[in-house]
């Protein structure tokens, strides 16, 4: 059974800091490319970073690039989302999901994140910055 699994949501003041995790199995995880999306309420779902473990430097999306640092450990099948200098226009439920590893490239040549060619998905964890 394939399980992605989050955690490390909460609620924290602006400027502050979170570290979300994901766990994931019954897949090969080191053959997908995984990626953290939000979803505020009313507003689409929006891609944040995507990482990689054949290719290089994880992708961001402007609106987090500089703040947020994506990493993964292959030995745990995890990955992980380091958010820093949050602000309240962060609060969101975020969510990891798994692509077939072509993606990757995909997203840096579009500088965008695809929710549609991604194969499985977690169940979100909340984050929510106040101000």
């Known amino acids: 059974e394939v399980q992605l699994v989050e955690s490390g949501g909460g609620l924290v003041q602006a400027g502050g800091s979170l570290r979300l995790s994901c766990a994931a199995s019954?897949?090969?995880?080191?053959?997908?490319?995984i990626g953290w999306f939000r979803q505020a309420p009313g507003k689409e779902r929006e891609g944040v970073s995507l990482?990689?473990?054949?290719?290089?430097?994880?992708y961001y999306a402007a609106s987090v690039q500089g703040r947020f640092t994506m990493s993964e450990d292959n030995a745990k099948n995890t990955v992980y989302l380091q958010m820093n200098s949050l602000k309240p226009e962060d609060t969101a439920v975020y969510y990891c999901?798994?692509?077939?590893?072509?993606?990757?490239?995909?997203?840096?040549?579009?500088?965008?994140?695809?929710?549609?060619?991604?194969?499985?998905w977690g169940q979100g964890t909340q984050v929510t910055v106040s101000s």
């Open positions: 019954g897949f090969t995880f080191n053959d997908h490319a």
């Open positions: 990482i990689s473990s054949s290719d290089g430097s994880p």
């Open positions: 999901a798994a692509a077939p590893d072509y993606v990757y490239k995909r997203a840096q040549a579009m500088d965008t994140m695809l929710p549609d060619e991604y194969d499985y």
